[in-house]
């Protein structure tokens, strides 16, 4: 179950990768404009359509990941994403990697395997009483809605960047944490049961805030405050609802020192990474 939940949840990373390269490359090819007309015409180039289906197939495999494993190891192996979409969209846009990017691309892959390794998350359980969700959404909608007001225009870019990309993280990781209970449900009791549950639509209006907050991180300020703040808020909230919701389990005592070392790893590659993106060009938004 845990090898099944490993390769979904990389195959939901590197499809969702192939998703946003293609995307990019069918944006850059197609004339400025907006609206109707631009989706229309994005929708005659072939590049487009296979974006599209990069982004429903990592969805598709997410879930298939989340059914098989805990969120606590699912959540984290998506911070592959990054850079798996900088390995696609580079040969698709004719650009080439500085080898400081390949450093970074390189740590950020150590240091998610040293964190997984050592932290070694456990867990098999899909569900969770309403006396445990009723306490993670307060905070979790709490921390979102605070978070978009301190952020308002006319603070400082970085900080909105920072605030708003770390409220996209936590509506991420709530996201997955819904999703894990409604494709558990699907599972267990079929297609009705999802239907009916809370859960299911839950996480439909989750992620599209996040969807949204993600963006409006990108426009307020650099890439550079936005995406760390995602990619380690996103993993940590994981790991919090995992262990809250789902009585999930990691490595402690002796243990942290190597998390600690592979957080530093994956926060100093996905800094690296940040900073080379907007050289190669066609992946900083």
């Known amino acids: 179950m845990i090898v099944l939940a490993v390769l979904f949840a990389l195959l939901g990373a590197a499809s969702n990768a192939m998703g946003t ?3 990019r490359k069918a944006a850059a090819d197609v004339a400025s404009g907006g609206g109707l007309r631009l989706l229309l015409e994005l929708a005659r180039r072939p590049s487009w359509l296979i974006g599209i289906t990069g982004v429903v197939g990592a969805a598709v495999f997410q879930a298939l990941a989340l059914v098989n494993g805990p969120l606590a190891l699912v959540q984290p192996l998506f911070i592959l994403e990054l850079p798996f979409a900088l390995l696609i969209v580079i040969p698709l846009l004719h650009r080439r990697l500085p080898r400081a990017g390949w450093w970074a691309v390189g740590g950020v892959v150590a240091g998610l395997g040293l964190v997984l390794g050592s932290a070694a998350p456990s867990g098999a359980r899909d569900h969770a009483s309403m006396e445990r969700w009723i306490p993670v959404l307060s905070v979790c909608l709490g921390a979102v809605g605070g978070a978009i007001a301190v952020a308002r225009p006319g603070r400082p870019p970085l900080f909105r960047a920072a605030v708003l990309g770390s409220a996209s993280a936590i509506s991420n990781a709530l996201t997955a944490a819904l999703l894990k209970s409604a494709t558990g449900t699907l599972a267990d009791h079929g297609l009705y049961a999802f239907l009916t549950t809370w859960h299911t639509y839950g996480f439909a209006v989750t992620g599209v805030t996040a969807v ?39 490595r402690t005592g002796w243990w942290l020192l190597p998390e600690a070392i592979g957080v530093g790893l994956i926060l100093w590659g996905v800094l690296r990474l940040t900073h080379v993106v907007p050289h190669i060009g066609g992946v900083a938004h």
């Open 212 to 250: 949204l907050l993600l963006e409006n991180a990108l426009q307020a300020g650099p890439l550079a405050a936005s995406q760390p703040a995602l990619t380690i808020g996103d993993a940590t909230v994981s790991l919090f609802l995992g262990i809250v919701l789902f009585e999930e389990s990691i």
């Open 21 to 23: 390269a293609f995307q």
